[in-house]
DNA sequence: ACACATTGGTTATGCACATAACTATTATGC
DNA sequence: GCATAATAGTTATGTGCATAACCAATGTGT
């Protein structure tokens, strides 16, 4: 691949993280979040209660990002820790009442800006667009453990004629 | 749209992020660079010298971003900034013998990049893939006039112009 | 039983990003 | 001319993210 498209490739997927992010922020600030402690929320609201280990993994960030975005949330009052009695050294995230709540809002403000993320796009790629972006997430993951495994049980990806 | 395919986007999009920019680090760290920095030699190899709200501009981050990624790009001796003769406030930022060696590894580093991410797709998707990421991007933006571009070029995969 | 690696979590530190408040210069009103 | 708005840039501060170093609890070998 020559520069060109290289570059136009990785600054569009820059840019669109930039440009994302800041739109969810200024969605999320009426709320009293911040990017990224919305993902927090929405993942105990599908799971329920998960420890600190799960939740980074879930999330996809490192330990000492979840140790910060759930002292906030708590500090918030949206989220309890409670020591986990099986092992000690856990603690049990869940969510409070007021963090459901807050869930329900943001599960609404996500759909708006899903919508308004892929206006103007046809249907048909708007439908196959989750599919196209985990692709290329797993292509770049250094966290999980090979490309090869992600595409072989992808259900989402629909073009198999890859076995290099 | 109903939440499961828009929190399925919306997620997408933020890991695609985090995994994307994780990913460039461990390229970039090698040549002693942060993500972002990469951008703004990028940017100053295409365009020549600028100033820095233009860079501001064209990175898609506000000024004092630039301020910071520039004081750090100067000590490391990549970039130099003059005052401006005609304008007393700007500065003009330009690559050193140094910055252009250096974004000329980057250029080396960012086509290997991008072949990776898409590994896996079919071409047709590879070439639609960074117009589409506009339109995206575009829908989202804050910092621009207006979406109404984006509509109107609904199914465009080249922009030949650079919608400044 | 006990040394040792593994795992869950925190603290310290650094970077890119943001906004808000500020200075210094330039442009524009009258 | 001079007051005022607009622009270029910096500083201060706060957030999410990262890595490295560390502590505490759990597992596992022999």
């Keep these: 691949m020559d520069f060109e498209h290289a570059d136009a490739l990785n600054q569009a997927i820059r840019l669109l993280s930039l440009r994302h992010r800041a739109r969810a922020a200024s969605l999320l600030a009426p709320l009293g979040l911040h990017t ?7 993942q105990l609201d599908r799971t329920g209660p998960m420890i600190q280990a799960q939740l980074s993994e879930a999330l996809g960030c490192e330990p000492p990002s979840v140790t910060l975005m759930t002292r906030k949330l708590e500090a918030g009052g949206h989220i309890r820790r409670t020591p986990a009695p099986s092992d000690k050294r856990a603690s049990i995230v ?18 708006a800006l899903a919508e308004e993320t892929v206006g103007g796009l046809p249907a048909e790629t708007v439908a196959e667009l989750p599919g196209i972006l985990k692709t ?7 966290r999980r453990p090979t490309t090869q495994a992600a595409l072989a049980r992808s259900s989402a990806v629909r073009s198999p004629s890859k076995a290099s």
Tied chains: 1, 2.
Excluded: M, R, Y
């Design 136 to 142: 290329l997430t797993d292509n770049v993951d250094t």
């Design 36 to 42: 990224g402690q919305e993902a927090l929320l929405l």
């Design 94 to 111: 869940e969510l409070t009442d007021s963090g459901k709540a807050l869930a329900d809002q943001v599960k609404q403000l996500w759909c």
